[in-house]
């Protein structure tokens, strides 16, 4: 089917004529289920909505992740192109993995609202705008991108929920776990702090159930506080593949489905569509919204209505001309479209019927699931802050382009202490342990300036150590001694493993954190070399890949004693 502008135009027209029935319902969740404000139950009969960013091909890449992205909610003129098309479709919810929050999203998001249409937005952003897998923090810098995100689309009412990650945490990485659910809690302050009813998620890879329902039961959780749930997602997505062809429900997911009957928040697929044995019948959706599964899923999102490529194949349910003008429709879309429009999943149970959720003790770490339960604290600007004015010398970017470069300074300035008998466990830190250095919820850059400092102290100030090629810089405001710079420096971050709401970042744009940071740039920094990061407009694994192991991490060098030590 092909529609030229024209017929598009019309399309939308028509469109815009309806009668603008009423706001868009909140949508509350009761227990494991979504509510609208009518008391119906509410499920999600969504689409991918993203355009692939640029893939670049290497052995570090081997989800194929986007190192750009498009943001397709600051496109207005694209989405009123698109929403006759998702009308066709039926959706109710479409979800978007990266946004730009210095970027104007008014059009897009009154014209979904207006449609009925909800969005999941992922806070995650392509290379060092997530959580990194191979060497993970919960850090400010991230921490503020995901605020700003949220700051931005606080005043549409058809934001449904923001997920803090997307297939971050693999089968040979479940160490990373706590950083996410530190991710969740901290989010899930901040948004109950400005009265958000948006609802907090996180978007999981499928594999094997032995360390995929832990890490289910384990981000929905509370550790804490018993039945409070303050650590605890809102609303938990699976990546589910299983269906391929004409299957069956049990064939293709009663198994899954079993091991998620007593899931204690709200379940969904958050993303599906198998395309390892085209055509994509989409006859799962028949399956995903009868009573054999309504109870324990609440809807999915189909991947994906933009053409995106992955090891496996093709996805994608249309084509958009090079002039970006007009829409050309698959089989594919037909097929969802005629499975979407015929599936309303059960109205059951009523909302007055199901009792609020509780919030289990979190599952022990065995061999197949190594998460520790005490988490990351929340990163702390302030006193990151405080920190890095006292840092004796610092890191001083060439150029803004700098987020590789933070990288491997890390590892050369660590590896440098390390030869003089210091260590960085202040910047790591160990989900499998449960332990995290003083440093570790700071911005990169500023855990690079604190080992760079560390370095040129243990050579007493040697000007030669702080160089770094002409990427550090001494800062003659430091304090005068070793000890003098320890002591300002501890009293910095005197309780390193508090948690707290965090607060919005100084001042919103792109790139900076705003907070007087005084190296170079001012901003942030990342530490991973681009290539390792989560998965963002994620291709898709359907299994495991085991790919993702060599934990290289920055506390891995050095010995023992610190020569300034946050004591
Ligand atoms: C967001 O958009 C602005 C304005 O186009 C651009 O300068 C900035 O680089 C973008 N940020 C990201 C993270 O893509
Ligand atoms: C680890 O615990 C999870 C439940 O949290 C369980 O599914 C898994 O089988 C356990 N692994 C081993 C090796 O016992
Ligand atoms: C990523 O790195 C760039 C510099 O290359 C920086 O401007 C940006 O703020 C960083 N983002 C985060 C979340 O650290
Ligand atoms: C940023 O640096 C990386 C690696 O150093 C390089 O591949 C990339 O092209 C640079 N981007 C810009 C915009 O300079
Ligand atoms: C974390 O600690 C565990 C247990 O001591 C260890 O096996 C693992 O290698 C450590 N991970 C990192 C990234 O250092
Ligand atoms: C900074 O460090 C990077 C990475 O080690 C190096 O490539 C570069 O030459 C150094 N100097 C400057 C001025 O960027
Ligand atoms: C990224 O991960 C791959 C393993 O999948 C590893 O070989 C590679 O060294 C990693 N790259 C970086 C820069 O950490």
Same mark, same amino acid.
């Given at each position: 089917?092909?529609?030229?502008?024209?017929?598009?135009?019309?399309?939308?027209?028509?469109?815009?004529?309806?009668?603008?029935?009423?706001?868009?319902?909140?949508?509350?969740?009761?227990?494991?289920?979504?509510?609208?404000?009518?008391?119906?139950?509410?499920?999600?009969?969504?689409?991918?909505?993203?355009?692939?960013?640029?893939?670049?091909?290497?052995?570090?890449?081997?989800?194929? !992740?986007?190192?750009?992205?498009?943001?397709?909610?600051?496109?207005?003129?694209?989405? #009123?192109?698109?929403?006759?098309?998702?009308?066709?479709?039926?959706?109710?919810?479409?979800?978007?993995?990266?946004?730009?929050?210095?970027?104007?999203?008014?059009?897009?998001?009154?014209?979904? #609202?207006?449609?009925?249409?909800?969005?999941?937005?992922?806070?995650?952003?392509? *290379?060092?705008?997530?959580?990194?897998?191979?060497?993970?923090?919960?850090?400010?810098?991230?921490?503020?991108?995901?605020?700003?995100?949220?700051?931005?689309?606080?005043?549409?009412?058809?934001?449904?929920?923001?997920?803090?990650?997307?297939?971050?945490?693999?089968?040979?990485?479940?160490?990373?776990?706590?950083?996410?659910?530190?991710?969740?809690?901290?989010?899930?302050?901040?948004?109950?702090?400005?009265?958000?009813?948006?609802?907090?998620?996180?978007?999981?890879?499928?594999?094997?159930?032995?360390?995929?329902?832990?890490?289910?039961?384990?981000?929905?959780?509370?550790?804490?506080?018993?039945?409070?749930?303050?650590?605890?997602?809102?609303?938990?997505?699976?990546?589910?593949? @299983?269906?391929?062809?004409?299957?069956?429900?049990?064939?293709?997911?009663?198994?899954?489905?079993?091991?998620?009957?007593?899931?204690?928040?709200?379940?969904?697929?958050? @993303?599906?569509?198998?395309?390892?044995?085209?055509?994509?019948?989409?006859?799962?959706?028949?399956?995903?919204?009868?009573?054999?599964?309504?109870?324990?899923?609440?809807?999915?999102?189909?991947?994906?209505?933009?053409?995106?490529?992955?090891?496996?194949?093709?996805?994608?349910?249309?084509?958009?001309?090079?002039?970006?003008?007009?829409?050309?429709?698959?089989?594919?879309?037909?097929?969802?479209?005629?499975?979407?429009?015929?599936?309303?999943?059960?109205?059951?149970?009523?909302?007055?019927?199901?009792?609020?959720?509780?919030?289990?003790?979190?599952?022990?770490?065995?061999?197949?699931?190594?998460?520790?339960?005490?988490?990351?604290?929340?990163?702390?600007?302030?006193?990151?802050?405080?920190? !890095?004015?006292?840092?004796?010398?610092?890191? $001083?970017?060439?150029?803004t382009n700098y987020s590789t470069t933070v990288g491997e300074l890390i590892g050369t300035a660590c590896s440098l202490l390390g030869q003089q008998g210091g260590n960085c466990d202040d910047i790591g830190g160990n989900g499998t342990t449960g332990t995290y250095g003083r440093l570790s919820g700071c911005d990169?850059?500023?855990?690079?300036?604190?080992?760079?400092?560390?370095?040129?102290?243990? $050579?007493?100030?040697?000007?030669?150590?702080?160089?770094?090629?002409?990427?550090?810089?001494?800062?003659?405001?430091?304090?005068?001694?070793?000890?003098?710079?320890?002591?300002?420096?501890?009293?910095?971050?005197?309780?390193?493993?508090?948690?707290?709401?965090?607060?919005?970042?100084?001042?919103?744009?792109?790139?900076?954190?705003?907070?007087?940071?005084?190296?170079?740039?001012?901003?942030?920094?990342?530490?991973?070399?681009?290539?390792?990061?989560?998965?963002?407009?994620?291709?898709?694994?359907?299994?495991?890949?085991?790919?993702?192991?060599?934990?290289?991490?920055?506390? *891995?060098?050095?010995?023992?004693?610190?020569?300034?030590?946050?004591?």
């Open positions: 089917m092909r529609f030229g502008s024209r017929a598009l135009a019309a399309l939308a027209a028509a469109v815009s004529i309806l009668p603008n029935v009423s706001a868009i319902s909140k949508i509350t969740r009761t227990g494991r289920y979504l509510y609208k404000d009518d008391g119906s139950r509410f499920y999600i009969k969504g689409i991918a909505y993203q355009e692939q960013g640029v893939v670049v091909a290497s052995d570090d890449n081997a989800f194929g !992740e986007p190192s750009t992205f498009v943001d397709p909610l600051a496109l207005g003129d694209a989405c #009123s192109r698109d929403l006759p098309f998702l009308q066709q479709l039926g959706v109710n919810a479409v979800r978007v993995y990266s946004v730009n929050s210095s970027l104007n999203h008014d059009a897009c998001m009154q014209a979904f #609202s207006n449609a009925g249409i909800y969005t999941i937005i992922d806070l995650a952003l392509p *290379l060092n705008g997530s959580i990194d897998r191979i060497s993970p923090s919960w850090s400010t810098n991230i921490l503020d991108q995901y605020i700003r995100t949220i700051d931005t689309f606080a005043k549409y009412d058809n934001v449904l929920a923001y997920n803090v990650g997307n297939e971050v945490i693999l089968q040979d990485g479940t160490g990373v776990s706590p950083y996410v659910k530190a991710a969740a809690r901290d989010i899930k302050a901040y948004l109950a702090s400005k009265q958000s009813s948006a609802l907090v998620g996180y978007a999981a890879i499928n594999g094997a159930a032995n360390w995929r329902d832990a890490l289910a039961n384990f981000l929905s959780c509370d550790p804490s506080n018993g039945n409070s749930g303050s650590t605890a997602i809102d609303i938990y997505g699976l990546n589910d593949y @299983e269906w391929c062809g004409n299957s069956n429900f049990d064939s293709a997911y009663a198994r899954t489905t079993a091991d998620y009957a007593g899931y204690n928040v709200v379940a969904y697929f958050s @993303e599906f569509g198998c395309i390892t044995s085209p055509p994509r019948l989409w006859t799962e959706v028949g399956a995903l919204f009868s009573s054999q599964m309504s109870d324990v899923w609440s809807g999915g999102i189909a991947f994906s209505y933009f053409q995106a490529a992955s090891v496996q194949g093709q996805f994608g349910m249309v084509t958009i001309s090079e002039d970006g003008k007009t829409v050309t429709t698959s089989d594919d879309f037909g097929r969802l479209r005629d499975q979407y429009t015929a599936a309303t999943g059960p109205n059951s149970p009523s909302q007055g019927s199901v009792t609020a959720s509780s919030f289990p003790t979190c599952p022990t770490a065995n061999s197949t699931f190594v998460a520790s339960t005490n988490l990351p604290p929340t990163p702390n600007e302030a006193a990151c802050n405080c920190l !890095e004015s006292t840092l004796s010398c610092r890191f $001083t970017p060439a150029t990169p850059t500023i855990k690079l300036s604190f080992v760079m400092s560390q370095f040129y102290e243990a $050579t007493n100030r040697n000007p030669a150590s702080c160089s770094f090629a002409g990427n550090a810089t001494i800062n003659t405001n430091a304090p005068s001694s070793v000890s003098a710079a320890n002591s300002a420096a501890s009293s910095c971050v005197s309780n390193p493993a508090a948690t707290f709401t965090p607060s919005a970042p100084a001042s919103g744009g792109s790139g900076s954190s705003g907070n007087g940071g005084s190296n170079g740039n001012g901003g942030n920094g990342g530490s991973n070399s681009g290539s390792n990061g989560s998965s963002n407009g994620a291709i898709p694994l359907v299994a495991q890949t085991g790919a993702i192991v060599g934990l290289v991490s920055v506390t *891995l060098v050095g010995i023992a004693s610190a020569f300034m030590t946050l004591a």
